[in-house]
């Protein structure tokens, strides 16, 4: 059984991309530009934002991080977007999500330009990958494809199991791994709370991805020997032992799955780490080319 | 055993349309228009053109045909679009496929203007279907979902197995069977030429969908007893006793599994007649509020 090491890859792709952003810098060119939106003051944004802007740093990125009150309109926030949309030092933005309730979320995702899309969540970004088309591909199911692909894990008609059908991974997993690439070109069932029979289902997987958000759904008696396992799931459980009274949880029970997998994500510190790289690939992809060559 | 009469859902609905088209022109409304550009002469597309014209008819919609000759350029071409684009009078149009080699299909359907989309291939509504969101669907899996709602048949929960993953087809239906509605909320798995053991994946359907255009592929041993069979397949097999010299048969050995289906579709006169009339849906749905209400 091998830990699939998520920090470890984040850390080897971000010297990666620093070091082409020293090549693009040494050959005249500007550093990529993400910009991103931050509507109020979640805690748990702020914190994805402090991420963010470090990976923008380990990476040689500039990043401008454009803060907005809670009670901003839409109108407000569009135009802003616009702003970013025209300005041509920004390769790349984001609206940190989830915004205020009198906010149209799907209507300010498709008033982002989708060639500065760097979350992938433009329905034309969703589309050219259904596609198999060059695109801007969502963060946390990219993170999924590095892991698998940096590990090198065959894919190619083996059967991948998906639980969980979001829009923001389950859907895009499935889209990304029935494509002739690699990673990919995988037989791929969806499995979501309508599915009767899970274990019958997840006992076939040769590759399993549990995105739930239930912690300890995935036990053993649900996996085959020798699958793969990947856990996108990231639960807050409340842990006293915690100073900061709460720790994450994935969706596999960890400790008496492990022992079956040649290959397991751990939670935190499996696809976690790797999100935020795809993130930068995206930026560092809007920078030079762009998705359309 | 029962047989889906795709030639008769097609013939129910049309009426439907036209009801709907009679109501709003007795309201002051104008009818419907769906405008079609023909790229050369091909003997397959001048039939389908033929079949849509007269669909237009029975629907009460007004139709425009502009051929191309197959030496237009594609600035000629995506010309012609931008004046579609522009028309009022146009609510949706298609471009017939295939174009000649040295047209680039993709770029000439993101040259649609998407609200006008009637054949769902431009991005944004491949984006917005596999969100789940309001938008014009392809017509060949938007006829397999009426062939499924018209007889009632029970999708949810239900295990689908769909053969081929084409961009017209099998990603589509997939993304269109996973969604949390009827029909759909299935459990999905999409099988393809890399998929090793097809027949035992088969043999879990509750709801098989075959379009990979192989005659013959699925055979009896493949089905499990009481499954929905759904035969997308229509390939020409030179046949001799017919004055044409050949005849459509589709991916279904039909004569030996239909014994074991609850439904299935024929080849012809099962999916292949309601596909044309998705088409005139997409249409209705532009003229009146369009897909984004």
Same mark, same amino acid.
């Given at each position: 059984?091998?830990?699939?090491?998520?920090?470890?890859?984040?850390?080897?792709?971000?010297?990666?991309?620093?070091?082409?952003?020293?090549?693009?810098?040494?050959?005249?060119?500007?550093?990529?530009?993400?910009?991103?939106?931050?509507?109020?003051?979640?805690?748990?944004?702020?914190?994805?934002?402090?991420?963010?802007?470090?990976?923008?740093?380990?990476?040689?990125?500039?990043?401008?991080?454009?803060?907005?009150?809670?009670?901003?309109?839409?109108? /407000? %926030?569009?135009?802003?977007? =616009?702003? +970013?949309?025209?300005?041509?030092?920004?390769? &790349? $933005?984001?609206?940190?999500?989830?915004?205020?309730?009198?906010?149209?979320?799907?209507?300010?995702?498709?008033?982002?330009?989708?060639?500065?899309?760097?979350?992938?969540?433009?329905?034309?970004?969703?589309?050219?990958?259904?596609?198999?088309?060059?695109?801007?591909?969502?963060?946390?199911?990219?993170?999924?494809?590095?892991?698998?692909?940096?590990?090198?894990?065959?894919?190619?008609?083996?059967?991948?199991?998906?639980?969980?059908?979001?829009?923001?991974?389950?859907?895009?997993?499935?889209?990304?791994?029935?494509?002739?690439?690699?990673?990919?070109?995988?037989?791929?069932?969806?499995?979501?709370?309508?599915?009767?029979?899970?274990? /019958? %289902?997840?006992?076939?997987? =040769?590759? +399993?991805?549990?995105?739930?958000?239930?912690? &300890? $759904?995935?036990?053993?008696?649900?996996?085959?020997?020798?699958?793969?396992?990947?856990?996108?799931?990231?639960?807050?459980?409340?842990?006293?032992?915690?100073?900061?009274?709460?720790?994450?949880?994935?969706?596999?029970?960890?400790?008496?799955?492990?022992?079956?997998?040649?290959?397991?994500?751990?939670?935190?510190?499996?696809?976690?780490?790797?999100?935020?790289?795809?993130?930068?690939?995206?930026?560092?992809?809007?920078?030079?080319?762009?998705?359309?060559?």
């Amino acid at each position: 059984m091998q830990i699939i090491d998520g920090k470890k890859v984040a850390s080897e792709i971000k010297l990666e991309i620093s070091e082409k952003v020293q090549q693009i810098v040494a050959m005249g060119g500007r550093r990529p530009n993400l910009s991103a939106i931050l509507v109020g003051h979640d805690g748990g944004s702020e914190s994805y934002m402090m991420m963010k802007t470090r990976a923008c740093e380990e990476c040689g990125f500039e990043s401008a991080l454009i803060r907005m009150e809670p009670d901003v309109t839409q109108a /407000e %926030l569009i135009a802003k977007i =616009d702003e +970013l949309n025209k300005d041509e030092s920004v390769d &790349g $933005f984001i609206i940190q999500l989830p915004l205020p309730k009198h906010i149209d979320e799907q209507a300010v995702i498709e008033a982002i330009d989708y060639r500065k899309d760097a979350d992938g969540f433009h329905p034309i970004n969703v589309g050219r990958m259904a596609l198999g088309l060059p695109c801007f591909k969502p963060a946390t199911p990219s993170g999924v494809m590095l892991l698998l692909e940096r590990y090198g894990i065959a894919t190619s008609g083996k059967h991948c199991v998906i639980l969980g059908r979001s829009n923001i991974v389950g859907k895009p997993l499935a889209n990304m791994l029935i494509q002739k690439a690699y990673p990919g070109n995988c037989t791929v069932t969806v499995c979501h709370s309508a599915t009767p029979n899970i274990k /019958e %289902l997840t006992l076939q997987a =040769d590759i +399993l991805i549990s995105a739930l958000g239930c912690p &300890g $759904f995935v036990t053993e008696d649900m996996v085959k020997e020798g699958a793969v396992v990947i856990d996108v799931g990231t639960t807050r459980v409340p842990d006293s032992t915690r100073e900061r009274g709460w720790r994450l949880c994935g969706d596999v029970d960890y400790k008496n799955v492990s022992p079956h997998c040649s290959y397991i994500t751990p939670v935190p510190g499996g696809v976690g780490p790797v999100t935020t790289v795809a993130l930068m690939l995206n930026t560092l992809l809007a920078a030079t080319n762009g998705h359309r060559e």
